[in-house]
Every structure is written in structure tokens, then in C-alpha cells.
């Protein structure tokens, strides 16, 4: 815990003027607001018998001097308030971009374990709890600490037997609300796992509400959403039943101590052990230590709350990405692209099922590779061994000579494009799109890379042209537009190794005819790798290889696969019927 604490203070750093400062100012009010019932008992007790001229004169400047604090105590929690909530937020968007670019760094085996709406949840409302915590915690402890000593002392020196009497109840005060703040310490913890779910349920939803729509099935949704909304319902019901006890029970306490005080009071005031002006005294000071009790207890629910939500971020921020650079890892900015795979083989970190078994391929610089075979033998599984997007289990992987493993990551990715089946474009315009290849690039490269794809016709004929916004995930276009910017994307980024993972599958036959020219044309001296389903598109592939659940079945030019008549015919054939 000490080390998580350390972590956790170090986000005032950056920001320690603002924090002393609101220190500071925190302090001032509370010192505030223990010397008006001073000022007030000294007008009670002593002047009221002056002579009346001389006794306006002074309640008129104790009158000012009140004024004056009260206006002190405005500007203290004006600016505890508004100064220290930005400091809350700017730690809050410190903490945001620390795990935002921590997801970066994170690798598909981790997001292929993680719910979207999990992983939100850390980044919005856990962190509003930190933020909370770092901003009212320290200031509220302070206040609390020198309003509940500093009365104590002030009326210790003003009757001890009625200071024993108010105080008594403290401890009881103490004791419930450390009680049910542990009950809804537990309570909270649900609810955040909670929310969480429904946020994930919500975000699956709402991203495949065309599926959803397709198949008529609003109502199935609905009820996988009301089924997470009453379990949440359910965890908050017994969260409010403690937070009432907790709430209710307070004030209970708080108004038994103004009655002990009442009726002790009223005891000595009939034996002579208090005065009137003492008792009014004692009754203004009750709220000055009942209410920091109260916020003591908060704050420790607060700590509860922000300290659980910074365990979970510490638990994403601890999590290191398995893919990462070495140490000693080597530049490769201008790669040729030869790829060799070395008794290469592969499984999932949670299933030891090989998806891939001691594969021996080796592809040379510029070469085109097309990869064929039923689904589920690890194509798409192969090629993402290149850039690294999931390490090998055995063997090794070279590109140059140089295991991809020993390259630094960036500049390995950097010379790998890939277009892939799933078509992902943000919301944005389609420029911004394009550009996404090549974050430099200038307009008339963009455009260039859009005609090399054919997709600079369908553009221009938006009214606005490359500046036309595709909304969320592209819905404004079809499949086959989509598939053309993400191929834009990758003629603009220009690498000396691609991956084609059915690049073309969305595209109608002549779309797709026009593009197969680009790509071919795109693969013209660099290192190609193709993933088919349509077998007639890698007629011209240098070398074919066909992938089984046992490894490399067999390789070879179009022809000569055919002329096997093995897998590669039936498959070629079948897919010809199809057709």
C-alpha cells in the first residue's frame, strides 16, 4: 500500500503551488469559522454591559470585523472550490493520458481477454473518483482536523465538564461511520462492477445495431440490457441502505449531542457551573466539530471510493505489454523484405492448441506470396506474426536476416501496411482517413493514393469531395467504398512489406478488377503477402501456399498446384462452382 500511496501523491507534483496554496486557503476558513463564535461570546458575555454608546461603538467594528471574515471565509472556499477542482481535473487528465496511452501500448493478447466497456469504465468514472479524492481528501482532513482540535481546546478552556459532555459522543459518532462506511465501501465496489457490465453491454449493442435491426431482435437486446440495468438496480438499492443509515444516523447523533449539551447545560446553569453566555457559546462551536466528524468520515469513504478506482487503474498500468522492445533493440527504418520462418510455431496464451506448427517458409524480397486454405489454419494468424502483433511460440521469425523479436517495434510496423478483412475507419472526413497512412503526407499524395486504389472517383462525386465525413465506423459508405479507403491508406503509407487479408473480398467483380491491377501494381518489388478467398485474384502469384491444420500442404505457382491435383484443385475448383 505505501508504494501505491507514493504513486498516487506523485500527481501533485507537477501542481504543488495550487496544492499548498489550497492548503493554505483551507486552513484560513477553518481558522475563520472558529473565531466568529469567539467574537460572538464576547459580545454576549462582556459587551453588553458597557454603557450603550460605548457598546454600539464596539458591536458596530465587531460588526465590520465579522463582515471582514465572512468575506475571508468567502474567498477561501471560492478559491478551494474553483482552483482546487481545476488542480483535481488537471491530475485527472494526467491520470487519462497515462492509461489512454498505456491502452497504446497494450497488445491484441490483451484486448482479446478485455470488454470494451471495462476498460472505459477505468478511464471515466474510476478516474473522476481519484480526481475527487485528490482534490477534497488533503483539505478536508486538514479543515476537519483543526476544527475538531481547535474547538476543543477553545472550550475545554471555557468549561471543561460541558466540552467532556459534547465530546462523548464523538467516538460513538466515530464508530458508526466507520461501520457503515466499510458496508458501503463493499456496496460501491459492486455497483463499479456493475455499471462496467452494462457499459459493455450498451457499447456491443449499439456498435452492431445493424445486426441487431436485420435480425428484429430490439427486444432480445432489451432484455439483455434490463437484465444488467436490475443487477445494477439491485447493488445500488444496498448501497442506498447503508449510505441511508449512515446519512440518518449522523444527524441523529449530531442533534443527541445539541440535546446533551441543552440539558447539561441547563443543569449548571441552575448550580451556577456555566453561564448564559457560555452556553450560547457552546451551542454555536457543535456544529464546528459534529460537521468535520461527518466530512472525516467522508473522507474516508472518499478514500474508499478514489483509492479502490486508483488500485484499478495501478492494476492496468502494472499489466506490461508482452510485445515491447528489447533493450538492445536495432533500427530497421528501410527494410528489403525478406522474410524467412523458422520452425515456426504458435498458440493463444490461454489455449495450448497450436494454431500454427513448425512452419519452414521462406519469401524473398519483393516476392508475391499468396496464402490459401479453410478457414481456421492460420492465415490471417501467420501474417500477424510479421508485425509482431502476436509473438511466435517457438522457432523464429526473420525479415532481413534480423528476428523480429531483436527490431524496434515502431520502425518493424512502419514498413509493414496491411489491409485486412474487418474494415476499420474513424469518424471523420475522408481525407483524414486516407491520411491516417501517412500523417504527413500532403493533399495531392492523398489524392494520388485514392486514384491508385480507384477510389478517387467515387470521392468526388460527395459534394464535398475529400471532405465528406463518413460518420462512425464509415456507416455513410458501402462495403466496397470502405474497403478502397483502406487500401488508399496503405498506397499512401508505401511499405516494403503488405498483407492483403482479402483485401478485395467486399468488392463487386468489376471494383474488384480495377483494384487486383492497383494491388498487383502496389506489389511490384516489394514482399506481398496475400490471404484468398476468391482463388481466381492470385492466378499471378508467384508462389501459393497452401495451409492445412498440419502445417504447409503444399506450395507452388498456380499451374503447378494444378497440375498436383491436390488440395489446391478441389479447392480452386469448388470455389469455381460456386462462382
Sequence with gaps: MKDKLKKLF??????????????????????????IPLIVRYITSEVVYYEAADARRVIFYLGVLLIFLVLVEFGCNYYIS??????????????????????QKLTFAFYDNQKVGHLLSRITSDLFDISELLHHGPEDVLISVIKIVGSFVILMNINAKLTVTAFAFVPLMVAFAVYYNMKMKQAF??????????????EDSLAGIRVVKSFANEKEELKKFNKGNHNFL??????????????????????????????AGGIFLTTGGVNAPDLITFLLYINNFTEPVKKLVNSAEQFQNGYTGFERFLEILSIAPDISDKPDAVSMENMQGDIEFKNVSFHYEDNEEKVLNHINLKVRAGEYMALVGPSGVGKTTLCSLIPRFYDVSEGELLIDGVDVRDMKLNDLRNNVGIVQQDVYLFAGTIMENIRYGKSEATDEEVVLAAKNANAHEFIMSFPDGYDTDIGQRGVKLSGGQKQRLSIARVFLKNPPILIFDEATSALDNESEKVVQKSLESLAKDRTTFVIAHRLTTIRN?????????????????????????????????????RK
Excluded at 506523485?10 to 473565531?35: E, Q
Excluded at 463499479?192 to 450498451?202: F, G, L, P, T, V
Excluded at 448501497?239 to 449530531?254: D, F, H, I, R
Design 10 to 35: 506523485a500527481y501533485y507534483k507537477p501542481y504543488r503551488f495550487l496544492f499548498y496554496s489550497d492548503m493554505f486557503f483551507a486552513v484560513m476558513g477553518a481558522a475563520v469559522t472558529l473565531v
Design 541 to 577: 502469384a508467384q508462389k501459393i501456399l497452401v495451409l492445412t491444420e498440419e502445417g504447409i500442404a503444399e506450395q507452388g505457382t498456380h499451374e503447378e498446384l494444378l497440375a498436383k491435383k491436390g488440395i489446391y484443385e478441389s479447392l480452386y475448383f469448388s470455389g469455381e462452382e
Design 234 to 263: 439491485e447493488a445500488k438499492k444496498d448501497s442506498y441502505k447503508y449510505m441511508g443509515m449512515y446519512n440518518s444516523g449522523l444527524t441523529a447523533l449530531t442533534t443527541l449531542v445539541t440535546v446533551g449539551v441543552l440539558i
Design 82 to 103: 474553483y482552483f482546487g477542482h481545476v488542480m483535481g481535473a488537471k491530475m485527472e487528465a494526467d491520470m487519462r493520458s497515462d492509461i489512454f496511452g498505456h491502452y
Design 189 to 202: 465496489a459492486r455497483n463499479r462492477a456493475r455499471i462496467a457490465d452494462i457499459n459493455s453491454q450498451i
